[in-house]
């Protein structure tokens, strides 16, 4: 995976983490009962989520939610359907014209295979949206995707590997691969 990142679960890095996932979800759950029309309490709790302002003609429709909201790269002309999940602690960027359906999701950690290490750790690599590029609804992006320019995710779509730019993808990826 390029750009792994692995994290020991109980490390200093880890509850500094864990910290910062109670504050957002306390703030993304404040966003999502705001009226739609209170664009001043929505842009003030963007800000406090990202750790800057929402670029000024991107889109979200609520509920949105995220883990950590630091790492999350949003471009302009973004737009973000209902009810979206990006888990960003490795990263998230977002580049300009992108279309995110409703009950999309965004994984950018995980835990090993192995059952003893996957109490042990975490890890993960970060996800790079390419412009103009349509992720359909309900679609699933795992960690450490690369998704090429004007390419498309059909709903509905679990995305484990690269998509080439220009290229549709669709279906669910689940195949037995080992047995342990």
Same mark, same amino acid.
């Given at each position: ?85 990006? *888990?960003?602690?490795?990263? +998230?960027? &977002? @580049? $300009?014209? !992108?279309? /995110? %359906?409703?009950? #999309? =999701? ?15 750790? *975490?890890?993960?690599?970060? +996800?790079? &949206? @390419? $412009?103009? !590029?349509? /992720? %359909?609804?309900? #679609? =699933? ?29 669709? %279906?669910?990826? #689940? ?6």
């Amino acid at each position: 995976m390029p750009h792994e990142h692995v994290m020991r679960i109980h490390s200093p890095e880890f509850r500094a983490m864990s910290d910062r996932v109670l504050r957002v979800t306390e703030l993304t759950s404040r966003l999502n009962v705001l009226p739609f029309d209170d664009e001043v309490g929505r842009a003030e709790l963007f800000e406090r989520i990202l750790g800057k302002p929402l670029p000024s003609r991107v889109t979200v429709y609520p509920p949105f939610y995220t883990d950590h909201g630091l790492n999350l790269e949003l471009a302009e002309r973004v737009f973000i359907n209902q009810n979206c999940t990006f *888990l960003d602690y490795a990263g +998230i960027r &977002i @580049a $300009e014209r !992108v279309m /995110i %359906g409703p009950k #999309a =999701t965004f994984i950018t950690m995980s835990h090993p295979v192995d059952p003893v290490r996957r109490r042990e750790w *975490l890890s993960g690599g970060p +996800i790079d &949206i @390419a $412009e103009n !590029v349509w /992720i %359909g609804a309900g #679609a =699933t992006i795992l960690p450490g995707v690369t998704i090429g320019r004007d390419a498309v995710v059909a709903a509905g779509a679990v995305v484990a590997d690269d998509v080439p730019p220009s290229t549709l993808v669709t %279906g669910p990826k #689940a195949a037995v691969h080992r047995q342990w």
